[in-house]
């Protein structure tokens, strides 16, 4: 069993993280679904970007370590959606004893010297991803190998960025039931 931290998209905390969180429950897992936006919840992505604007990077991860400040004492995984995924992924690079990091749509940047040490990270992402190009891609992966984390990264051909939200117009019922399947897996095997 797993202890994780899930973490919302710029969208705000929906019914598709809330089934997310499900799913692994339903995989003997415990979850902790934080609400980064105090309740509000929007439906574009232009919404979503004023949002996180207006509450500014440095508060949504303050908002996410005090979240998971209580939790991690025996390791957590850090998962997320798009923007959950990239303040997951500093979280999880920051932290010694995270035993792994979903990505789920996104990615964050890397500071000099990050070390990841073995860290499991999967990544599951649109090909081509508007927010996630591929040159940023590579690079990324190239970056996350340099600080030593075990990164797999699956490509979804012809899908839109959030892709597994089943009340978005991005969603695709085959690429969502690909991406579980694996990330499932990868959870089961931390």
């Known amino acids: 069993m797993a202890r994780i931290l899930l973490l919302h998209s710029m969208y705000g905390l929906r019914p598709a993280v809330h089934q997310a969180a499900d799913r692994f429950r339903s995989a003997g897992h415990e979850v902790h679904v934080p609400d980064l936006y105090d309740g509000r919840v929007v439906g574009t992505p232009e919404e979503g970007i004023a949002i996180k604007e207006e509450i500014g990077r440095e508060e949504l991860l303050k908002r996410a370590v005090t979240a998971a400040a209580p939790?991690?004492?025996?390791?957590?995984?850090?998962a997320g959606f798009s923007l959950g995924a990239a303040i997951a992924q500093n979280l999880?690079?920051?932290?010694?004893?995270?035993?792994?990091?979903?990505?789920?749509?996104?990615?964050s940047d890397l500071a000099d010297g990050?070390?990841?040490?073995?860290?499991?990270?999967?990544?599951?992402?649109?090909?081509?991803d508007t927010y996630e190009p591929v040159d940023w891609l590579n690079a990324w992966y190239i970056l996350m190998r340099r600080?030593?984390?075990?990164?797999?990264?699956?490509?979804?051909?012809?899908?839109g960025h959030l892709f597994t939200d089943p009340d978005l117009p991005d969603y695709n019922a085959s690429a969502a039931g690909s991406a579980w399947a694996v990330a499932l897996d990868f959870v089961a095997g931390l």
């Open 71 to 78: 939790l991690s004492p025996d390791g957590l995984v850090y």
């Open 92 to 107: 999880a690079l920051a932290d010694e004893r995270s035993r792994g990091l979903l990505l789920m749509h996104g990615t």
């Open 114 to 128: 990050v070390s990841a040490d073995d860290l499991p990270v999967q990544l599951h992402v649109a090909d081509p």
């Open 147 to 159: 600080a030593r984390a075990d990164v797999e990264v699956f490509r979804y051909p012809g899908v």
